[in-house]
């Protein structure tokens, strides 16, 4: 175990539904990060939360909507999407100094995101 | 802008024989380059990283990368693939950001037969 738990493993919804990705790290780490995983893609950077605030948002639609309440925990809620939203959806966490770089992400297991 | 590019989907070795993973990045300033791997149902798990110094780094599960900065390359190695090596492999770089924000390749698959 990487110490960074996701549930649920899986999760089929329809396009209408709501639905939230949780995310738990038990590293003490101070930054985490949301990545959407497709088939033959680069690994694409959702969100990043850096000491619970977020720091990155790579353009990604209204429809996926983040939330750190506390350094160890990170919701992504989900709402009215599309079939292509289908993907391995990725948390990680890591310890940021002041450097900013080099440093190590561990990674959950993902949960598997199927949209009917 | 920084990214990485991985020429092969997949990489297909004999156990026992020598395994590479090719991967080349392009980023402005020195580069700080990781590669990961990740087992089927599973996320990614770090396997080693070059910062700076000897440009021939050693990581987990006696895999090693070079780091060639001339030909903005860091490729990843093993003298003796087992077939347990079998998995989807990721090579990533950080630029100079100022923060950690880590640009991954498509991914290399790397079969080990028997």
């Known amino acids: 175990e990487t110490g960074v738990t996701q549930t649920p493993r899986h999760l089929v919804m329809g396009m209408t539904n709501k639905k939230s990705l949780k995310c738990e790290q038990h590293l003490g780490h101070n930054a985490m990060y949301w990545y959407k995983q497709s088939a033959k893609k680069p690994l694409e950077l959702m969100f990043v939360y850096n000491f619970k605030e977020q720091t990155e948002n790579n353009s990604v639609p209204s429809r996926f909507s983040p939330e750190c309440p506390n350094s160890s925990h990170l919701f992504l809620h989900l709402h009215t999407l599309q079939p292509e939203d289908s993907a391995l959806y990725l948390c990680?966490?890591?310890?940021?100094?002041?450097?900013?770089?080099?440093?190590?992400?561990?990674f959950g297991a993902g949960t598997r995101l199927s949209v009917l | 802008a920084q990214s990485v590019a991985q020429p092969e989907d997949q990489v297909n070795v004999a156990e026992g024989n020598p395994l590479t993973v090719k991967c080349t990045y392009s980023?402005?300033?020195?580069?700080?380059l990781f590669w990961y791997v990740q087992y089927p149902n599973r996320g990614l798990q770090f396997l080693l990283k070059?910062?700076?110094?000897?440009?021939l780094v050693k990581g987990s599960y006696g895999f090693e990368a070079e780091f060639n900065k001339s030909q903005t390359s860091f490729h990843l190695k093993k003298p003796s693939a087992l077939v347990s090596d079998s998995a989807l492999y990721f090579c990533a770089v950080s630029g100079n950001t100022g923060f950690q924000k880590l640009v991954f390749g498509t991914g290399t698959r790397l079969l080990v037969s028997p």
């Open positions: 070059y910062i700076t110094g000897d440009n």
């Open positions: 990680a966490s890591s310890q940021e100094g002041a450097g900013g770089r080099g440093n190590i992400q561990y």
């Open positions: 980023v402005s300033g020195n580069p700080y």
